[in-house]
């Protein structure tokens, strides 16, 4: 679809009608013990990123995106840190170039926060996006311990993207499934990933 920014990921971009419009919002949610991250990384080779880590230092974030076995870019790699994360994340978003990504990896430091603060740091963010015309991943972890504003993040969201894994037989499967997108079509069947070496479509065996 002309307009779309191409992920990178081309399984995804035929899903998605050739890309993500300009401006959206992503929150990826995925188990802590997943393969998650390779996705994030994967897409940093789609365009200039600006990579916000909130709990892992910027070294190891460098460290593994030059180290997996995918295709990546070359993101700039910043650690968001201090007493008052929202308005350090906010310093730093305001430098995004036109036409970039940006990754939180993850939100929930940021969706702890108090809940006014963090809703206008979500419409700042989006009037952002809109401006520079870029698309931003909010890597939102699962857990017992979900953060009080998750249901911000979703509602703020312009797409969900949900990762699930499981073990079926002897083999973990991973199925990404789009509950939302308001960029478009939304594609109705979960997509069976190979988390490996890329992001790539599992034809082992049918989608159930």
């Known amino acids: 679809m002309v307009g779309r920014l191409d992920t990178g990921i081309d399984v995804l971009d035929r899903k998605l009608d050739g ?59 910043r650690h968001v ?16 170039p036109d036409g970039a990504n940006l990754i939180i990896d993850t939100t929930d430091v940021l969706e702890r926060c108090d809940t006014d603060e963090y809703i206008e740091f979500l419409n700042e963010l989006k009037s952002h996006m809109l401006e520079t015309g870029s698309i931003a991943v909010l890597h939102c972890l699962k857990g017992e311990d979900e953060p009080p504003n998750r249901s911000r993040t979703y509602h703020a969201a312009d797409a969900v993207f949900d990762l699930r894994t499981e073990i ?27 988390l490996t070496e890329e992001v790539a479509i599992d034809t082992s065996r049918d989608i159930a």
């Open 168 to 194: 079926a037989g002897t083999e973990l499967e991973n199925h990404l499934t789009i509950p939302k997108f308001r960029g478009g079509s939304q594609p109705t069947e979960a997509i069976k990933l190979e």
């Open 19 to 77: 890309g993500l419009p300009p401006g959206c919002i992503v929150a990826y949610t995925a188990e802590p013990a997943s393969q998650s991250e390779l996705l994030l990384y994967e897409l940093t080779a789609a365009r200039g990123t600006l990579y916000l880590t909130t709990e892992r230092d910027d070294d190891a974030v460098r460290h593994a995106i030059e180290t997996s076995p995918s295709s990546v870019g070359s993101p700039t790699v």
């Open 81 to 96: 840190s201090g007493e008052d994360t929202l308005e350090e994340a906010t310093r730093l978003i305001g430098a995004l």
